[in-house]
Every structure is written in structure tokens, then in C-alpha cells.
């Protein structure tokens, strides 16, 4: 049996296409972006999970609901620092002054009143954080970022009013005056002060703090969504390799 010969191309002939290239493995072989049957298929864009459309799902955003409810704790914490300057004025030490006629002293200079207020604010403001947080916490356990920024938002104002209104409500700040209506030598009431201000920050991280420990601890969790894992094991882990063999 003779095989055929192809003579050699003339250098006058025009250039041939080279011929078209097959599959690696030759024309029984499955191509490589064609899925095996019974492998899992991927899912589709068209095909996603339901719950991303519901409110609160993977997609679902910020609701009305979300955004009352955090203004309504931003709304109630806000009023409490009312609560809280009255009672920081009631319970707070009081340092005291004394005039000669000339120029206003402290009484005691080894008092320890003027730090007592600072102490008497940052003791109550943590208490307050503590109790708005838990408060918040039972109100709305599922949380949520609407209502962690209303909680702190609530808390900074709440510092702020309690701050002013405890001024309001505490001795008079015109020394002056106060040492003239006092007399010469009878010791008066010093004004209410906060010489650290950084006790006005307590309560909003001592309410966000404990908030978001409670929420990570004892939240209500959403179920996880079932994964379609497929036939387990794949088809192509046990091939019949008299079967499956390529053809030479």
C-alpha cells in the first residue's frame, strides 16, 4: 500500500492558510468550557438569592422603620441628660471661697471638691450609659446601624445638656457678686466646673460599647442560606478507564 507524496510548494504559489487546529485531545474530547455532566452548574446573575430583595436580606438596605427607630432613642437619650444635670448639681461637692474685702481665695486649699465634681459627673454619666444601653438593647434586640448612631448621637447631646444645665442650676459664676452678698470673711458656694471635658465622652462610649457587646452576644441570628454542594462524589472522581479511554 503506497502513501500518498504532496510535492513541495512552488515558490510562485501564493501562501495557504495553515490548517484550522483541533482540540488537544482530538475530536472525542469534551471541550474544556462545556461542564461535565452532573457537575454543579454555576448560578446565574438571573438566579440569585430571594432574600436579597426582602428588607433586612444580603441586599436589603437601611428601612423607614430603621430611621424612626433610631431617632426615637436619639429622641428619649437626648431628654435623659436632664436627669443627669440634676442630679450632678444636687450630688456634686461644693469647693468654697472666702473674701477679705480685696480678692476672693479658696477656703481649703487641700480640697478635694473641685476634682469631686469631675468624679461625681463621670460616675454618673457611666451609670447612665450603662442603663441607656441595656435599655436600648431590650427595646430593639435585633439592633442596627440606625440605631447605634441615634444611641450615640442621643448620648453626646444628653453629656452636653447636663453639662449647661448643671452650671444653670449650681452656685452663681460672678465671684464678684457672690463675695459681696457673702460679706467679708464668710466663706460661699464656688460655681459648678468641669476641669477635665473629656468626662463628657463617658457616656456615649460606655453606652455604644456596651450596646454593640450585647448585640454581638445576644442578637437574633438570620439563617444561613443552604449551599448546593451537588452529587458528592463528582462523577468525574471514578472514571471507567476502559470506557472513558480516548480513541487513538
Known sequence: MTEAVTPPPSPH???QPPPAAEPAGGPGQQHLDEPHPGQPQ????????????E???????ITAADVRDGAAVALVVGVAGVLLGLLWAWLAPRAQYVSNGEAVFLRDTESEARIGADGTFFLLALGFGVLSAVAVFLWRRRGGVPVVIGLTLGACFASLAAWRLGLLLGPSG???????EAGKGVPF??????LAHGVLLV????AVALHLGLTALWSPREPLPA????TYPPPHVHVDLKKDAPLD
Not at 454555576?42 to 430583595?53: N, V
Not at 460672678?174 to 459681696?180: Q, T
Open 13 to 15: 504559489d501564493p501562501p
Open 42 to 53: 454555576p448560578q446565574d446573575a438571573t438566579h440569585a438569592d430571594p432574600r436579597s430583595d
Open 55 to 61: 428588607p433586612g436580606g444580603v441586599a436589603g438596605g
Open 174 to 180: 460672678n465671684l464678684p457678686a457672690a463675695a459681696a
Open 189 to 194: 458656694d464656688a460655681p459648678l466646673q468641669l
Open 203 to 206: 457616656w456615649p462610649m460606655a
Open 227 to 230: 449551599e448546593d454542594w451537588g
